[in-house]
């Protein structure tokens, strides 16, 4: 299955946990495909925290929508994440934000992404490595910014 992921992270060493998130996903069920250059953010939600970093990965997987979703926060355990504000400060973020063509709507797990269309921390890196995906809105994600803004980092 095609699989895009959002990760952020605005908490200690940024550069470190995005790229140990991504690394820690990589495996025999878990095959990345396409990986976002890292765009700097403001929060969202909760606005009195620091700045994020964020990317998005494409992946293949075998694995059922809830399965990768424990993995993606079995690894945000491991990476030190608390959840203690909704929308709060993080060590490390691991969203599914689409799942092929699936929805699901139970309470653990929400797809596609609800704030998908909303978030330009997530469309801008989207863009970047699928620059032609429609949005299961129907849109084309080239005609898709979302609210907040957005700078890509030289690093």
């Known amino acids: 299955m095609r699989v895009f992921l959002g990760l952020g ?3 200690g060493d940024r550069a470190y946990y995005l790229a140990e998130g991504i690394l820690a ?6 095959k990345i495909v ?17 700045l994020y970093w964020n990317q998005v990965i494409e992946v ?3 694995l059922e929508p809830l399965d990768l979703l424990h993995v993606c926060q079995e690894i945000e355990h491991r990476l ?18 689409l799942y092929d063509n699936r929805a699901s709507e139970s309470e653990e797990l929400k797809l596609p992404h609800p704030y998908l269309e ?6 801008a890196p989207l863009r970047e490595i699928a ?15 979302g609210e907040g803004r957005v700078h890509l980092l030289t690093i």
């Open 118 to 123: 909303e978030r330009a921390f997530v469309l």
């Open 80 to 97: 030190g994440r608390e959840r203690k504000v909704h929308w709060g400060p993080r060590t490390i973020d691991i969203d599914l934000l």
């Open 60 to 62: 293949e997987t075998s």
């Open 131 to 145: 620059p032609k995906l429609v949005l299961p809105s129907g849109r084309p994600i080239a005609e898709v910014s």
């Open 9 to 11: 992270s605005n908490l």
């Open 25 to 30: 996903l990589a495996g025999p069920m878990v």
């Open 34 to 50: 396409a990986t976002s250059r890292i765009y700097e953010t403001e929060p969202w939600g909760v606005m009195d925290q620091p």
